[in-house]
């Protein structure tokens, strides 16, 4: 299975962006990147998904790039809530396990 | 309001004393799945489920058993737990999505579940 790579931790400072990157050199064309992100004693959220394009949501944006080898998810202005271990996820279309591995936990600082 | 519900929350048992976490969700999804988290070792899927009566294996599925008897109920069965099952557990349901792309899955709030 393709993996991801994700810095284990990052700090963003409140109401500026943060662009949190994730490595994904083995992806195959089939493999869908998503995003999803774990509040402090939550379940995991959705945030986003793409293939090849730019993908935008009232959440997130996410840059894929044009070798499909990483991506950024991009949070615009973010905010005490978005402090998360965020977790990038390479689905391959039609196989149904889901590896999330560690992620990347953001904290962001008032 | 649409949610997956895992009881209960925190159980604490010992070893070999079966043991049942139910996950239930009301939006009407096909498919269901099981996972644990362990510090330092993410998100590992145990089992999931397409559709009523059809379950498959994840990456930890010794151990464990599950069943999908209804669409709505997915619940997980530890026969005989041991202190290595001791974890944090997540029920997750998933929308059937567009042109056969991934919907995205909604996860329960998570069982705490201690074997001593």
């Known amino acids: 299975d393709a993996k991801t790579t994700q810095p284990n931790s990052m700090e963003s400072n409140e109401e500026e962006p943060v662009h949190l990157p994730c490595n994904h050199s083995t992806i195959s064309g089939t493999d869908y990147i998503h995003w999803y992100r774990q509040l402090p004693s939550q379940g995991p959220e959705y945030v986003i998904h793409?293939?090849?394009s730019n993908v935008n949501n009232r959440m997130a944006s996410l840059a894929i790039a044009e070798d499909r080898k990483s991506s950024t998810l991009i949070l615009h202005r973010a905010t005490l809530r978005d402090a998360a271990v965020y977790y990038c996820?390479?689905?391959?279309?039609?196989?149904?396990?889901?590896?999330f591995g560690t992620g990347t936990r953001l904290t962001i600082i008032p | 309001e649409a949610q997956v519900t895992q009881n209960p929350r925190y159980l604490i048992t010992v070893t070999g004393k079966k043991l049942t976490v139910t996950c239930s969700q009301n939006m009407n999804h096909e498919y269901m799945s099981w996972y644990r988290q362990d510090p330092g070792l993410g998100l590992r899927q145990i089992y999931y489920?397409?559709?009523?009566?059809?379950?498959d294996k994840g990456d930890v599925p010794e151990g464990y058993k599950v069943s999908r008897k209804e669409k709505r109920n997915f619940p997980l069965i530890l026969e005989s737990p041991s202190p290595n099952q001791t974890s944090l557990y997540f029920c997750a349901s998933r929308s059937p999505g567009l042109a056969g792309i991934t919907g995205e899955l909604f996860f329960g709030e998570g069982s705490r579940l201690t074997v001593l």
């Open positions: 996820i390479l689905r391959v279309f039609g196989n149904e396990k889901l590896t």
């Open positions: 793409g293939l090849t």
């Open positions: 489920s397409m559709n009523v009566e059809v379950t």
